[in-house]
């Protein structure tokens, strides 16, 4: 072979070559659009996947439903762009196809999708939250359930549960009006500001939890010395009524004794009434 013919062959080798990459480029462009698109996919299905009932103030179904469509509109594209390549085999039509008609769909979805997903991290802590915070005031509520004129009869001061219950129905309410904030503020594709919202629902929502953290400890106490009480009262009683039960037994068993020697003929009839009324004026 000569220095024409080498040279002619290592051309059409670097071409192949040349041909090869370009082919490679475009398949994986292809498999990162779509395996990019899927991941986001998934992602977001996690965030719906809880059933919280404050989605809908939020709209969040209209979102998703949004996104959906755009996910759609890419895969119908895709596959198509797919099974017309399988047909002709063109691989420069298929690239046009991806430039021009797959970029900017997998574009406009990842943008859509990346923007909802970073904008709805507050509004997934709230739905997320807020539920138990609920059921931790009902929880409060029933801690906080006593007769309180009766404190006056144990070692423990009201005043503590009431400043606390204080304290867990402002956090509450601080909460639950930041919510009300960011359902008006929060856009699930524009350009949502934070402004603090997380760090303040974050603060508060400490507070609640420790405040009724302490509601539990100091109100199982309360209940604690109620009991005692109550045990202690209900010795007292027994023993009055232990008390008081001694004397009328032993009165009627004297008087059944004075019987005894009435029927034996040891005491007159008169004795035996005498003795049997002063016996009945001690019970």
Same mark, same amino acid.
């Given at each position: 072979? /000569?220095?024409?013919?080498?040279?002619?062959?290592?051309?059409?080798?670097?071409?192949?070559? =040349?041909?090869?990459?370009?082919?490679?480029?475009?398949?994986?462009?292809?498999?990162?659009?779509?395996? *990019?698109? !899927?991941?986001?996919?998934?992602?977001?299905?996690?965030?719906?996947?809880?059933?919280?009932?404050?989605?809908?103030?939020?709209?969040?179904?209209?979102?998703?439903? @949004?996104? =959906?469509?755009?996910?759609?509109?890419?895969?119908?594209?895709?596959?198509?762009?797919?099974?017309?390549?399988?047909? &002709?085999?063109?691989?420069?039509?298929?690239?046009?196809?991806?430039?021009?008609?797959?970029?900017?769909?997998?574009? *406009?979805?990842?943008?859509?999708?990346?923007?909802? /997903?970073?904008?709805?991290?507050?509004?997934?802590?709230?739905?997320?939250?807020?539920? +138990? +915070?609920? *059921?931790?005031?009902?929880? !409060?509520?029933?801690? $906080?359930?006593? =007769?309180?004129?009766?404190?006056?009869?144990?070692?423990? *001061?009201? !005043?503590? $549960?009431? /400043?606390?219950?204080?304290?867990?129905?402002?956090?509450?309410?601080?909460?639950?009006?930041?919510?009300?904030?960011?359902?008006? @503020?929060?856009?699930?594709?524009?350009?949502?500001?934070?402004?603090?919202? !997380? &760090?303040?629902?974050?603060?508060?929502?400490?507070?609640?939890?420790?405040?009724?953290?302490?509601?539990?400890?100091? &109100?199982?106490?309360?209940?604690? $010395?109620?009991?005692?009480?109550?045990?202690?009262?209900?010795? +007292?009683?027994?023993?009055?009524?232990?008390?008081?039960?001694?004397?009328?037994?032993?009165?009627?068993?004297?008087?059944?004794? $004075?019987? /005894?020697?009435?029927?034996?003929?040891?005491?007159?009839?008169?004795?035996?009434?005498?003795?049997?009324?002063?016996?009945?004026? @001690?019970?």
């Amino acid at each position: 072979m /000569g220095f024409f013919e080498d040279m002619y062959k290592m051309k059409l080798d670097a071409q192949r070559q =040349d041909y090869e990459a370009q082919i490679s480029a475009i398949s994986d462009f292809f498999n990162e659009l779509t395996e *990019d698109v !899927n991941k986001l996919f998934e992602l977001l299905e996690k965030i719906i996947e809880p059933d919280f009932s404050y989605f809908t103030d939020f709209k969040m179904n209209e979102a998703f439903n @949004e996104l =959906d469509e755009k996910y759609r509109q890419f895969w119908e594209a895709a596959n198509r762009a797919r099974d017309n390549h399988k047909q &002709s085999g063109d691989w420069a039509q298929f690239r046009e196809v991806i430039s021009e008609q797959l970029h900017p769909l997998a574009l *406009d979805y990842t943008t859509s999708a990346g923007r909802f /997903g970073s904008n709805a991290v507050n509004v997934g802590i709230f739905c997320s939250t807020w539920p +138990v +915070v609920e *059921d931790a005031m009902e929880q !409060n509520v029933a801690h $906080l359930d006593f =007769d309180y004129e009766e404190f006056t009869e144990i070692d423990f *001061d009201p !005043n503590i $549960l009431y /400043g606390l219950k204080d304290t867990a129905e402002k956090s509450y309410f601080a909460m639950s009006e930041l919510g009300g904030i960011l359902i008006q @503020e929060w856009t699930p594709f524009g350009d949502y500001e934070d402004k603090g919202w !997380n &760090s303040e629902f974050k603060l508060q929502l400490g507070i609640f939890e420790k405040t009724s953290t302490d509601i539990e400890k100091f &109100s199982n106490h309360a209940r604690s $010395l109620f009991r005692k009480l109550w045990e202690i009262k209900k010795q +007292v009683q027994l023993t009055q009524e232990a008390t008081t039960a001694q004397p009328v037994e032993d009165a009627v068993s004297r008087i059944e004794k $004075l019987g /005894g020697l009435l029927n034996k003929g040891l005491i007159t009839q008169v004795e035996y009434d005498k003795k049997k009324a002063k016996l009945l004026e @001690e019970i």
